[in-house]
């Protein structure tokens, strides 16, 4: 649905993109992610024709951005980060709007706005004027504009940025329900987010893409090595000594807790080793209380974090 | 067409609530008003002078071209204070406010949607000066003055302002703030308006040029009754000329940010 190839964007000597390649497959909903001035943003207004690109191609339903603007924009719903509201105009009076600019007219223009405000829950406003709404509200609007015309791909630039958790969760809700039908790229800095909503993810820092993998396959690629908590009650130093003698363990955090006998113990194994038969064993060995053990899995916040630092650890 | 006319009624609506088109209109109004009544009393005073002329019969006073004329002279002087707040808000703000990204990213064309706004500035504008004919409506109910040649001054007064109309939207369109666009705007009106004041100590033909370009002298006739088209040329390819650089930096906007 969406082909991107090799695009590099330059802001003055700045490279806010370098040289991407990806593409979206039709009904599926793709997360974008990376941390802030990444390069989302640009990309995602690359697609929509609002910026040119400095090199590379993107087509859109096999049409080129530059060659075919218009029939790209046809067929592109899309939400920037700051609603494009026209604060003088109700709700219903700016979704008519919006929708006559997209190529809706007459009756089916009608049928779609009170549509799409139902779809994005904002019913209740919609003669109130869009300066005067909510942060959330406005959002809903801004999503209610971008699927006015039905389009066959959204493009929804960190559509739950500013909104409060049960707004959030709606929001989320209503970008799953859209699946299916549209083919959807989403873009945000917040992680479980993208576990929640998307299919596949794509990471980018820097303007490059660090990862692109489904979640599961992500969460496996990174997890070579795997850290395991304890909570042992005894001597402290002769634990960790004795736990980071184990064959496998690469690396033994102790943090203490208010009960003063009582510690943690992040242990961290090298890659591909097995260490937590050996860990209980020394430990009940040992005669020290066992109070807890568990592995700690990886969180996307992890993974994002590993991705996303990676480079200033080699410059370092 | 449709998508002209969505941005053009979009537009106008917007004008209409908020307070702009009634402080323009009403400012408009009143000094153009207050322009009529000084002219007016001016005229009388000079009509009561030469019928007391001690030297037999007074040269004969004509309403058109001894009242008229400064009239609409005056007029387009306001038209110059008031078109560039007509015109600072149309592009400038929607790149203020993000809505300009919803216009590039839709399926219309720059082009269109510039030809939208400028419509609505025009109407704007075209109302304010249709207002400024109930005073001169009183002149005819009461006086005897030429029909044609008042609205020979109408159409100039229109020409002459879609060429600033016109300047302004390329002023607006190169900015995201209105203070700057309208500052900006009516500097170069003033300019245009003045620019002849120099051609008299410049070679021949660099004067020529600079009195070419100067809009007073294209409206004056007008002003005075005569519809001629090399005016309505200079006119013409003046909007149009605005327009396309208007279109330009829009179309620009995609590969300088």
């Known amino acids: 649905m969406i082909s991107v190839e090799n695009l590099t964007k330059y802001y003055g000597i700045k490279k806010a993109v370098d040289n991407i390649t990806f593409s979206v497959k039709k009904g599926e909903i793709l997360g974008f992610l990376g941390p802030n001035a990444a390069g989302k943003t640009t990309t995602m207004r690359i697609i929509t024709c609002y910026l040119s690109a400095s090199s590379g191609t993107v087509r859109v339903a096999g049409y080129d951005i530059f060659e075919n603007p218009i029939e790209v924009k046809k067929r592109i719903g899309y939400m920037p980060e700051n609603p494009p509201l026209y604060t003088d105009m109700t709700v219903s009076s700016y979704l008519k709007f919006v929708g006559g600019i997209k190529g809706l007219s007459g009756k089916k223009l009608n049928e779609r706005v ?10 209740d406003v919609k003669n109130r004027v869009t300066g005067k709404l909510s942060k959330g509200y406005r959002q809903r609007v801004g999503l209610a504009q971008a699927i006015i015309h039905n389009p066959e791909i959204l493009i929804l630039d960190e559509p739950t940025a500013g909104l409060d958790p049960k707004q959030i969760i709606e929001t989320r809700e209503l970008i799953k329900s859209l699946a299916g039908q549209h083919t959807i790229v989403v873009s945000t800095h917040i992680l479980p987010e993208v576990s929640m909503t998307c299919d596949r ?20 690629k990174i997890r070579g090595s795997e850290t ?10 002769e634990i960790k000594e004795k736990l980071e003698k184990i064959e496998g363990v690469a690396e033994v955090k102790v943090q203490d807790t208010k009960d003063g006998g009582l510690h943690k113990y992040h242990i961290e194994s090298k890659p591909s080793f097995n260490i937590r038969k050996e860990l209980a064993k020394t430990v009940v060995n040992s005669d020290w209380g066992l109070e807890e053990m568990r592995t700690i899995s990886l969180s996307l916040e992890d993974i994002f974090l590993k991705l996303t630092t990676k480079e200033e650890e080699v410059q370092n | 067409m449709k998508n002209i ?7 106008l609506k917007s004008y209409f609530i908020s307070p702009i088109a009634y402080v323009i209109l009403t400012v408009f109004l009143l000094l153009s008003g207050y322009f009529f009544y000084t002219v007016l009393s001016w005229f009388l005073q000079y009509s009561i002078q030469m019928q007391a002329n001690p030297y037999g ?24 204070f008031m078109i560039p707040m007509i015109t600072m808000r149309l592009i400038a703000e929607e790149k203020k406010t993000g809505t300009l990204e919803l216009l ?23 109302s304010m000066i ?33 060429a600033f109309l016109s300047l302004g939207l390329i002023v607006s369109s190169l900015t995201e703030n209105q203070i700057i666009a309208a500052t900006v705007s009516f500097f ?45 040329v200079f006119f013409l390819s003046f909007i149009i000329f605005g327009i396309f650089l208007t279109y330009r930096s829009i179309d620009s906007i995609r590969w300088r940010i």
């Open chain 2, 130 to 162: 249709t207002l400024s004919f109930i005073p001169i409506f009183l002149l005819f109910l009461f006086g005897n003055p030429e029909f044609w040649p008042v609205i020979s001054g109408y159409i100039g007064l229109l020409f002459l302002g879609g």
């Open chain 1, 228 to 237: 395991i908590l304890m909570e042992i009650n005894g001597p402290k130093n």
């Open chain 1, 201 to 220: 993810v794509l990471i980018i820092n820097e303007g490059k893409i660090v990862a692109e993998d489904t979640i599961e396959d992500l969460t496996k």
């Open chain 1, 114 to 123: 009170n549509e799409v405000m139902k779809v994005a829950a904002v019913e």
């Open chain 2, 5 to 11: 006319y969505s941005i053009f009624i979009r537009e």
């Open chain 2, 104 to 126: 590039m990213t839709s399926p219309i064309t720059p082009m269109q949607w510039i030809l939208g706004k400028y419509l609505s500035g025009f109407i704007l504008y075209a």
């Open chain 2, 57 to 80: 019969q007074p040269p004969p006073v004509n309403v058109n071209l001894m009242m008229m004329r400064p009239l609409f002279l005056n007029m387009a002087i306001i038209a110059v």
């Open chain 2, 188 to 232: 170069l009106f003033l300019l245009l308006w003045v620019i002849d004041w120099i051609a008299d100590s410049l070679s021949y033909t660099m004067g020529s040029v600079i009195k070419y370009l100067s809009i007073v002298s294209h409206f004056d006739d007008f002003a005075k009754g005569i519809i001629d088209t090399s005016n309505i």
